[in-house]
């Protein structure tokens, strides 16, 4: 099993930085890829990075040269932050860590993981 504990979010203005990060606990060592995603109101659920266990980002077009995605492995927690600059209003929405394993079990199984979600709101 995993656990994801995500921190940072809240309200800037337009043009201002937030970074967020998420703490990775469990069974951490099979995770790939790990990242975030998001949801504004009225909205489907998007990908906004993810990062692979060899540290090669993916970014959604709409964040690209904005966002940043890094990871830190230490000890017992595996922790991915996103760094966000230049945001717009249309950054807005809830942002959800995401985390997945693959194991071998006979056959091939991934399991997937959602943080609680956190708020992150942009004015204009």
């Known amino acids: 099993q995993v656990e994801l504990v995500e921190f940072g979010g809240g309200l800037v203005q337009a043009g201002g930085s937030l970074i967020l990060s998420c703490a990775a606990s469990g069974t951490i060592f099979t995770i790939n890829p790990m990242g975030w995603y998001r949801q504004a109101p009225g909205n489907q659920r998007e990908l906004v990075a993810l990062i692979d266990g060899n540290g090669g980002p993916t970014y959604a077009e709409s964040v690209k040269g904005r966002f940043s995605i890094s990871q830190d492995n230490a000890n017992t927690k595996k922790t991915v932050y996103l760094q966000m600059n230049s945001l717009e209003p249309e950054d807005t929405a809830v942002y959800c860590c995401?985390?997945?394993?693959?194991?071998?079990?006979?056959?091939?199984?991934?399991?997937?993981?959602w943080g609680q979600g956190t708020q992150v709101t942009v004015s204009s």
């Open positions: 995401n985390a997945r394993r693959t194991v071998f079990d006979g056959a091939w199984e991934t399991f997937g993981y």
